[in-house]
């Protein structure tokens, strides 16, 4: 079993790629019950001119046609940052069993911050939240990449 700072520091290596990429630096990582890596990924919103590529979508993607289905029941998605509206429904719809996420999302957050997405009452499949793990490292590396982006352009 793989314990959630683990898991967190996976999706935080994601956010690093990403980063150096020159993507807004969100990592996410879809584990199994075992503690096994199914699928990762990271912001490749730039790179694929797609306005879906987010590391949670592309992690979910990977999944899904890793195991050859398309519900992930009894899988954790780590995620740096708290689940846009668009990926808190792809998270809904892929069955997954739990989210952890680190920084939460003030501006676009899907689960808990802004929308409850993942919690609404009519919805067959509502996952489990745990928020906050490793929020400052979570939070540190996008308020870094956007200190330097504001430079660049200044």
């Not at 979508?57 to 990977?62: D, F, G, Q, V």
């Not at 509206?85 to 957050?109: H, L, N, W």
């Not at 509502?126 to 540190?140: F, K, V, Y």
């Amino acid at each position: 079993m793989l314990d959630d700072i683990t898991g967190m520091r996976m999706a935080l290596e994601e956010a690093k790629h990403a980063y150096a990429l020159g993507e807004v630096p969100i990592g996410a990582v879809i584990i199994d019950k075992a503690g096994t890596l199914i699928a990762r990924g990271c912001n490749l919103r730039e790179t694929q001119h797609d306005a879906t590529a987010h590391a949670e979508l592309i992690a979910i993607r990977r999944a899904c046609k890793s195991l050859g289905r398309w519900r992930l029941t009894e899988m954790t998605l780590y995620v740096t940052i708290e689940p846009c509206p668009m990926c808190a429904g792809a998270i809904v719809m892929s069955r997954i069993s739990r989210i952890v996420y680190g920084s939460t999302d003030r501006k676009a957050g899907g689960c808990e911050s802004l929308f409850n997405i993942t919690s609404c009452p009519g919805l067959n499949h509502q996952p489990e939240i745990c928020a906050g793990i490793l929020a400052d490292e979570c939070s540190a590396i996008i308020k870094k990449f956007f200190k330097e982006r504001r430079k660049h352009y200044t």
